[in-house]
């Protein structure tokens, strides 16, 4: 395969933008190319794998701090319609008070009463998702409880100590493991195995996962959301639970019980994703932030290889995400502050053959404690999207960001929907300009550099006349993006500085 560009280092890429400042560039569709992976070497097509096939609806997203009602709602009237196949909600369970969104991350006890919602609320929510195609995937904070060193009562009114839940846990049972490291019992070494999974992570009370008592209990809780109709877990914290503790777990949940764990991948640490493989599925954490290390480093184009290398988790295995409500606050990955390089960032994720990818919405913060809009008796307001989103916006405070219907981001999951497990076939590159073709049904160009690309992208989607479903949805044929013509197996397209354009078969402009 030729290659048409020679990999472009930071300071010929800035000569290039000063050459042609103003310019546009032009480039002929003779630029067929294999796209460098971030090891530098050429990835063939066949290389990257299928991702679903299409109509299998493979696209998440979690809606961090939703209420259940609102979930449900959105559901039936947003997510259904534009093809997410599954949501992922905030943690259900009693939880302790505070203002703050970590509480969440406290568990009380595992009665279904939050400030996100009632138990009625959270099984009309699953119900209201399942009738609109929604899976509905659940945060399961099973690792730990409450990190609060003085006694309290919960949401729902449990009372607790840091190391006694009336009627589930408590010390003299032999619940909580007290990992006898420094004054606190808290992991201070993430290369030390026993402490990631023995010590406390914050001062959490951590739960014994290794006794029999303790799974008990937790196959009770994920089961009882089971028999609610939740379709499976994301497991919180489970790089800090011995892998084959969380497995003896997961073997006595109901067959079908779908399971994504939280295992941060970290340099030289010895718990990794990897060992969790064999329970379900895992968040593969260096995705997105290998993405925007690229997107901030000026070489977006590096990104369309992500995934191909053999240094992530198999594509199979792997969910993947631009940014959590973590990585947000830490400002560890893109997010909604980066404007239209989270957008490039998303569309990429959107149209990967490499693992599932789980879009994110949120609300709009500057202190990275500060909780969602709370009612007067704590209890969470229901959300409701500003009436025009979008990376031009400027979002206040804790107002919901609904990253999930962005136009670009609610078209790229339609895109992805139609053009389902096709294999990457051809791929174009430019400068930092490349171009994603999945078979005959769709085609994606996303331009990371500081110019704007006018070229002839070679495709084979069949000659017409297309809409850019990243610009705006096609509504019944009539494009409010482009429309862009492909004839003769080239695709005329004029992609915008730090913007995309995609196409496929679903979305024809009118004739
Ligand atoms: C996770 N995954 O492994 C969650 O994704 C992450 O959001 C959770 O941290 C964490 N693990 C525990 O479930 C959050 C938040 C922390 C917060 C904890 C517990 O990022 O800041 O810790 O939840 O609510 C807070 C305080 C911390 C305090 C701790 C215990 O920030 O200073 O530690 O509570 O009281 C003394
Ligand atoms: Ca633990």
């Known amino acids: 395969m030729q290659r048409c560009t020679a990999r472009i280092t930071r300071r010929s890429r800035n000569a290039v933008v000063a050459l042609l400042t103003a310019a546009v560039v032009t480039v002929g569709a003779a630029c067929t190319t294999g796209v460098p992976a971030p090891g530098g070497t050429s990835t063939s097509p066949g290389q990257v794998p299928a991702a679903a096939p299409a109509g299998a609806r493979d696209v998440g997203v979690q809606l961090f701090q939703w209420t259940w009602d609102a979930i449900a709602t959105e559901c039936t009237d947003h997510l259904g319609p534009a093809g997410y196949g599954w949501v992922l909600t905030s943690p259900p369970q009693e939880h302790v008070l505070g203002s703050q969104w970590w509480t969440a991350y406290q568990p ?7 400030r996100l919602g009632t138990r009625a609320q959270f099984g009309a929510m699953i119900a209201a998702c399942h009738a609109a195609g929604v899976d509905v995937v659940a945060d399961a904070v099973i690792n730990h409880m409450t990190g609060k060193d003085a006694p309290g009562t919960g949401w729902a009114g449990s009372t607790y100590t840091h190391y006694d839940y009336p009627g589930i846990w408590s010390d003299a049972a032999g619940d909580f493991h007290h990992c006898g490291v420094g004054p606190s019992d808290d992991i201070s070494n993430y290369r030390d195995a026993y402490q990631v999974q023995n010590c406390e992570l914050s001062n959490l009370a951590d739960l014994a996962t290794g006794t029999k008592h303790v799974q008990d209990g937790l196959v009770a809780y994920l089961t009882d ?15 800090h639970i011995p892998a084959e503790d969380l497995a003896a777990v997961v073997a006595r949940l109901p067959a079908g019980t779908r399971i994504v764990s ?3 991948r970290g340099s030289g ?3 990794t994703p990897e060992q969790y493989a064999a329970i ?4 593969e954490f260096a995705w997105g932030k290998d993405v925007t290390g690229m997107v901030r480093g000026g070489s977006l184009r590096l990104a369309a290889g992500l995934g191909a290398g053999s240094t992530y988790l198999p594509s199979d295995k792997a969910w993947i995400f631009v940014e959590n409500h973590d990585t947000e606050r830490g400002r560890a990955t893109l997010g909604y502050k980066d404007g239209a390089d989270y957008v490039l960032a998303n569309v990429l994720m959107l149209a990967t053959g490499y693992g599932r990818p789980i879009v994110y919405s949120g609300y709009a913060f500057s202190d990275r404690d500060a909780g969602p809009v709370q009612g ?8 409701a999207c500003p ?3 979008g990376p031009q916006v400027a979002y206040t405070d804790g107002e919901w960001v609904c990253q999930h219907r962005w136009a670009a981001i609610e078209g790229m999951v339609g895109w992805r929907d139609a053009v389902g497990g096709d294999l990457v076939s051809d791929r174009w590159q430019h400068g930092d300009a490349f171009a994603l073709s999945r078979g005959a049904r769709g085609l994606v160009v996303l331009n990371g550099g500081d110019v704007e690309v006018a070229a002839q992208v070679p495709t084979t989607l069949s000659d017409g ?4 479903v990243v610009a705006g949805p096609a509504v019944e044929g009539r494009c409010t993006g482009g429309p862009v013509t492909v004839r003769g197996g080239i695709a005329d397209v004029r992609v915008a500085p730090h913007t995309a354009l995609a196409l496929h078969v679903g979305a024809p402009a009118g004739v």
């Open 108 to 114: 009380v006890s595992y009665r279904i009463e939050s």
């Open 262 to 264: 939280e295992v941060i």
């Open 387 to 389: 009436a025009a989103v």
């Open 465 to 468: 006349s297309y809409c850019d």
């Open 280 to 283: 379900g599925d895992v968040l």
């Open 376 to 383: 007067a008796a704590g209890k969470v307001v229901d959300a």
């Open 269 to 271: 640490e010895p718990i």
């Open 225 to 239: 959301l089971r028999s609610l109709g939740v379709d499976g877990f994301r497991i919180d914290a489970a790089k």
